[in-house]
């Protein structure tokens, strides 16, 4: 199995910055990417951005120019890096990994989210 353990959530005021950082662990081969998705209340999950073992990043429209992602896949750990907050960044921040768990096998693991909150 894997584990993801999510740290750096809280409350910021709009225009301030916070950095997420997730670590994986257990049975991991190789890492394909990770990322961070997040969840406002009454909306659906969505990417916020990603990073593949390659260095090739995604993001979500809404956090170009303002967040960025950063990786160090020898060591499984994914660090997102948000500056600028608006009130509309405010959700649950979730952690993503995809690992090969041998030559041939891959999988999707969850952290259990934290909380970003921005005051206006």
């Known amino acids: 199995q894997v584990q993801l353990a999510e740290s750096g959530g809280g409350l910021v005021q709009a225009g301030g910055s916070l950095t997420l950082s997730c670590a994986a662990s257990g049975s991991i081969f190789r890492m394909i990417a990770m990322g961070w998705y997040r969840q406002a209340p009454g909306k659906q999950r969505e990417l916020v951005a990603d990073?593949?073992?390659?260095?090739?990043?995604n993001y979500a429209d809404s956090v170009k120019g303002r967040f960025r992602i950063s990786s160090d896949m020898a060591k499984n750990t994914v660090i997102l890096q948000m500056n600028s907050l608006k009130p509309e960044d405010t959700a649950v921040y979730y952690c993503?990994?995809?690992?090969?768990?041998?030559?041939?096998?891959?999988?999707?693991?969850w952290g259990q989210g934290t909380q970003v909150t921005v005051s206006s």
């Open positions: 990073i593949n073992a390659g260095g090739g990043r």
């Open positions: 993503n990994a995809r690992p090969y768990l041998n030559f041939t096998t891959w999988n999707e693991y």
